[in-house]
């Protein structure tokens, strides 16, 4: 007599190790943010503004924040790192040779990008109005798996995203930039790659672009391989002053706008926001105007043809001297 082995488990064995990495990923992001933010007392006024899951695109899990600060920045992608390297060390300890691998990029709102409502979900954006306003971005912010994200900045991300690697996060020109910066005033401690330019379909029209990616290799003995590389072929560390100053040079060549982020406690000065915002904001300001004055308009007809619209003051003030006239008693 035989005895037959059930499988306790009604799904494949990748079936339920995705269903971990959706439910388990974003909890190990949470923890390494707020890790990250206990390094400073004052950054407490970043704890709910951390990495939210967008959505989901097949095996990828999409996280999106608005960026505050150069610190800000570091504490959500020092997190994410910190979550690729802790959940990569969880798969290690299966011996299935499978792995996690990230890429990370910023866009600017709300031009030149755009946030765009999904339709059937819930908003506090009136559907019939395309006027875009703060209290709109801010409902994206909040909920962003209610919201899709569109334009160059968004399409260069997933773009450069092809680029990413088990032992290295990739990073757009914009992100790469920043991150440069904060490095080398020591508010991001990383180490940085960069692999030459490649096209990339869509992007500059489809001149080469900068390969850049932050190193995430886990494991010691291929980052002694890869050090021993480095000096084989003479490849030295990528500097973070020089990795800064050259994708500014290549961004102003380019043509491509360079994203302003201040520090934290430091104000925004309006002069200083880029020039797509302040165009942005000056035909904004001028279809509100047109909006409201269209509005007003279409209330001052409807109240007419109702007999609900206001009298001038002086017929006013006639009409309630007669009416008091009428209702004094006779002698």
């Excluded at 079936?15 to 933010?37: G, N």
Aim: charged share 25%; hydrophobic share 35%.
């Amino acid at each position: 007599m035989t005895e037959t082995q059930i499988n306790p488990e009604p799904y494949q064995e990748w079936v339920t190790k995705f269903r971990h990495f959706y439910r388990e990923f974003p909890i190990f992001v949470d923890s390494r943010y707020a890790r990250a933010l206990k390094s400073n007392e004052d950054f407490e006024c970043y704890t709910s503004s951390g990495p939210q899951v967008w959505k989901t695109i097949g095996d990828e899990i999409l996280f999106c924040c608005r960026v505050q600060s150069h610190e800000h920045l570091s504490a959500c992608i020092s997190a994410f790192l910190g979550a690729l390297d802790d959940y990569g060390r969880l798969l290690d300890q299966d011996g299935k040779r499978m792995d996690v691998k990230g890429a990370a990029w910023i866009a600017a709102f709300p031009a030149p990008n755009v946030t765009v409502e999904i339709a059937g979900k819930d908003s506090q954006q009136a559907s019939s109005s395309d006027q875009i306003d703060e209290e709109f971005e801010l409902s994206a912010d909040s909920s962003p798996s209610d919201f899709d994200f569109l334009g160059q900045q968004i399409d260069s991300g997933f773009r450069t995203a092809k680029n990413a690697a088990p032992d290295r996060c990739s990073l757009s020109i914009e992100l790469a930039w920043l991150l440069a910066e904060a490095a080398h005033s020591e508010i991001f401690p990383a180490k940085f790659s960069y692999y030459g330019r490649h096209p990339l379909k869509g992007v500059i029209h489809d001149r080469p672009y900068p390969i850049i990616a932050i190193d995430a290799e886990r494991s010691l003995a291929r980052r002694e391989v890869r050090k021993h590389e480095r000096a084989v072929t003479r490849e030295g560390e990528v500097e973070c002053l020089h990795l800064r100053n050259f994708l500014e040079s290549f961004m102003k060549d380019e043509g491509i706008e360079l994203p302003i982020l201040f520090r934290h406690g430091i104000d925004q000065e309006v002069n200083s926001l880029p020039q797509t915002y302040r165009d942005f904001e000056a035909a904004w300001s001028s279809t509100n105007q047109e909006n409201q004055s269209r509005r007003s308009n279409e209330v001052a007809a409807v109240d007419a043809e109702d007999g609900t619209s206001e009298l001038p003051a002086s017929v006013n003030a006639n009409l309630e001297a007669a009416v008091a006239q009428a209702e004094r008693p006779t002698q």
